[in-house]
């Protein structure tokens, strides 16, 4: 059996009138950077844009489920303590009085945060991760927690113990995953950005699948502080939001050295925002012929090649060239990330906190038991996997070999990067599955993240911008590559092939109440 989603204190008002409800939905149509300016200039206050996204919320959530938790509640009483502060001019931050919602895979002080998992169900953090409070230092104002799949294992978010999220663009698809709750809530329009984390492309392909922007930085920019680990070597936090500005405002936000993780960089240049030019020229864009092979959707295809045909006529140099090892990176990442989540998550057995079982005999049958119902059928095959080739006569075989394998996939990054600026290539091979359809195959699931793997190998910041959508009208993402801390590199080529088109919402998110198809 399923836990029950946890909702706190989602208790809503009379419905809106009609006038009310137009107001409502303008606001919803903001990005977040538009909306902090529309505050700070008195146009909006935040006690209303968080209103306008609880009224979004009860009329879109039922049916897609992107969240585990709402905190209607607190998040009211932040916002009208933020828009007191603005309005005393105590607060200029870029998101101040912003409603936000976070994976339910970072600490949340006195929130619920269970990784979409029944072993942390009743979790309650007496602290926040570093990229949550910073945050809040900005002005930022928590809406809830975002669904996932467990412990950030999936692609689709059809592993949550919650029960999955599904596709704002249309129902019968997934969102991506493991970010998909995210993703799926700034499509929705039941936020105006939020957090993910991407360990082998889980804010980056659910971007894809969602029609959003979704940026996974260089490892070691972002705090992992308060983020539960899942690979620890590949973990890294970024933003999912409607368009390039905010995305760049967001990670200037988040980004920040944290002596509190040993992973964490000291960056000199964070001004992600100086990047938001529309001037491509001369920029060196490299596309490898590797991810153009067998695999890969015509449809996407076309719009790929489309995107980066848009950037050469703004006066990019785009050529093709040979990447290699590309076949190398699945097997490499999944003997990694699951030699890593298996030691990570030892410290889930029912002791101190989350889950225990109720009838057992002894401590060991107490950790056996427990583990056994608490973790879901995906997380507990990559354990048994992590395990595996971490354990005696196995280790050089898998494990050391994977090493070996992820130095050589940076090196043919560096060697790529010692040309170009810019690495252009598809976020996903094909649109958004039908729900079912890859949890009845998980070899095709890995398969999904053949774009993405690569980047968090490396550890190369990586972005999903949408560029189309297929004859079902599903999004398509554009993935930019970049070298590591070479950010801007890859925020202006983003921000200048947006500005040829406009940020598209699915017909659900723009519908009012009754409306909906």
């Not at 990559?382 to 080739?389: A, E, N, T």
Request: proline letters at 4%.
């Amino acid at each position: 059996m399923h836990p029950v989603r946890r909702t706190v204190c989602l208790s809503f008002r009379k419905p809106l009138n009609k006038n009310r409800k137009d107001i409502s939905m303008k606001i919803l149509d903001y990005t977040a950077v538009g909306l902090a300016k529309a505050i700070r200039n008195g146009e909006v206050t935040s006690p209303e844009a968080v209103q306008a996204v609880l009224t979004q919320i009860k009329e879109r959530e039922e049916s897609l489920h992107c969240y585990v938790t709402i905190d209607e509640e607190g998040a009211l009483r932040k916002a009208q303590e933020v828009q007191k502060k603005i309005e005393a001019g105590e607060l200029t931050g870029l998101l101040a009085g912003v409603p936000v919602a976070i994976k339910d895979n970072m600490c949340t002080e006195g929130m619920l945060t269970t990784c979409s998992s029944k072993i942390l169900g009743n979790f309650i953090p007496t602290f926040s991760s570093e990229a949550v409070l910073n945050l809040e230092k900005a002005g930022a104002v928590i809406l809830g927690k975002t669904n996932m799949d467990e412990f950030a294992m999936g692609s689709t978010t059809e592993t949550s113990a919650f029960g999955a999220t599904k596709n704002p663009w249309n129902e019968a698809h997934v969102p991506g995953g493991s970010s998909g709750g995210s993703a799926a809530a700034v499509a929705a329009k039941e936020c105006f950005f939020a957090l993910g984390s991407d360990t082998g492309g889980s804010i980056r392909q659910p971007a894809s699948y969602c029609g959003v922007v979704g940026m996974k930085p260089t490892y070691g920019t972002v705090s992992r502080y308060g983020l539960i680990a899942y690979g620890s070597s590949l973990d890294q936090i970024g933003p999912l939001c409607k368009d390039v500005t905010d995305c760049a405002t967001i990670l200037e936000v988040i980004a920040s050295h944290d002596p509190k993780d040993s992973t964490s960089v000291e960056r000199e240049e964070t001004d992600f925002t100086s990047a938001l030019v529309d001037d491509v020229q001369g920029m060196k864009i490299g596309i490898p012929r590797d991810y153009f092979g067998e695999g890969l959707d015509p449809e996407v295809k076309e719009a790929i090649l489309a995107a980066a045909k848009v950037l050469e006529e703004k006066g990019a140099i785009v050529e093709e060239f040979d990447l290699s090892l590309v076949e190398y990176a699945i097997p490499a990442y999944y003997v990694i990330a699951c030699a890593e989540a298996s030691s990570n998550l030892a410290r889930f057995d029912g002791v101190k906190y989350g889950y225990r079982a109720k009838d057992y005999e002894g401590l060991h049958n107490m950790y056996k038991k427990t583990r056994s119902e608490g973790f879901g059928a995906e997380v507990k095959r990559r354990i048994m996997l992590g395990s595996f080739v971490l354990s005696s006569g196995y280790y050089d075989a898998y494990y050391l070999k994977a090493l070996r394998t992820k130095a050589l996939i940076k090196k043919a990054f560096d060697k790529a990067f010692e040309k170009y600026d810019v690495i252009l290539g598809p976020a996903a091979p094909n649109t958004a599955p039908k729900i079912g359809d890859s949890l009845s195959d998980p070899l095709k699931m890995y398969l999904g993240d053949i774009y993405t793997i690569s980047v968090n190998l490396a550890g190369l910041p990586g972005m999903s911008v949408p560029c189309g959508r297929d004859a079902k009208g599903l999004p398509i993402g554009l993935q930019l590559i970049g070298d590591c801390f070479k950010e801007k590199n890859i925020i202006r080529a983003a921000y200048a092939y947006e500005q040829t088109r406009k940020y598209e919402a699915p017909k659900l998110a723009k519908t009012a109440e009754g409306e909906a198809k």
